[in-house]
């Protein structure tokens, strides 16, 4: 099986300051890794993804880091805004078929 | 929204009722995921389908079935509620063989009263 845990449940931000997200896996196996937002009575919305091959991987005003060697992976969101206030997990996989996902962290901004 | 919908949306049933939730795409993925959202845990696989009347169980399956006759639907039925049960339901799809991204539905809200 996976664990997958997350290193806080809630995070605050002022707005305009960069926002850091940490989870953490058990399996080495696992070599595929996602981020999804999730907004309150909505489904999760896919953020970025990686994988093992890879230690870092940018999007648009977000970048994840992926540390194999203490299976743990890093979402950072540039220049936090109002929108971003929403819980964020991380998924893992290394089949495409058993998903293992976080609790989440629940971002605020505060304007 | 990656044209998936679900249906109901909410529902407050009774305890052993049988309950069946829909889960629709418009766009042919082969792969689709039944999920369970309760406070304190992630999403946790109930059951998923990798094609028409293929279907996996997921690390929560007991107490549910699921049924792929189309490429489009995929049914989540609970033979006999229980107030365990009472959740939110997210169906995905996956959105290509080695593409791992996953595309959620609105989520069903479910009571078992």
């Known amino acids: 099986g996976e664990s997958v845990g997350l290193h806080l449940p809630t995070l605050s931000v002022q707005e305009g300051d960069n926002s850091i997200i940490n989870c953490a896996y058990s399996n080495s196996a696992s070599d595929y890794f996602i981020w999804y937002k999730q907004e309150s009575g909505k489904g999760p919305q896919f953020i970025i993804d990686i994988r093992s091959n890879m230690d870092k991987r940018q999007g648009q005003r977000v970048t994840v880091l992926l540390n194999k060697t203490v299976k743990h992976l890093s979402l950072q969101i540039a220049a936090t805004q109002p929108g971003d206030s929403a819980v964020y997990f991380c998924a893992v996989t290394n089949t495409g078929n058993q998903f293992y996902f976080g609790t989440g962290t629940s971002l605020t901004v505060i304007p | ?113």
């Not at chain 2, 009722?17 to 946790?44: A, F, I, K, S």
């Not at chain 2, 989540?76 to 959105?95: D, G, K, P």
């Open chain 2, 1 to 113: 929204d990656a044209g998936i919908t679900q249906s109901p949306r909410h529902k407050v049933t009774e305890t052993g009722t049988p309950v069946t939730l829909r889960c629709h795409q418009t766009e042919n993925h082969r792969y689709m995921y039944w999920y369970r959202q309760d406070p304190g845990h992630g999403l946790r696989l109930i059951h998923y389908s990798y094609g028409v009347k293929d279907t996996d169980k997921g690390e929560v399956s007991d107490g549910y079935s699921v049924s792929r006759s189309k490429t489009e639907d995929f049914l989540l039925t609970l033979e006999s509620a229980t107030s365990s049960q009472t959740s939110v339901y997210f169906c995905a799809i996956r959105t290509g063989l080695a593409d791992y991204e996953q595309y959620f539905g609105p989520g069903t809200r479910l009571t078992v009263t």
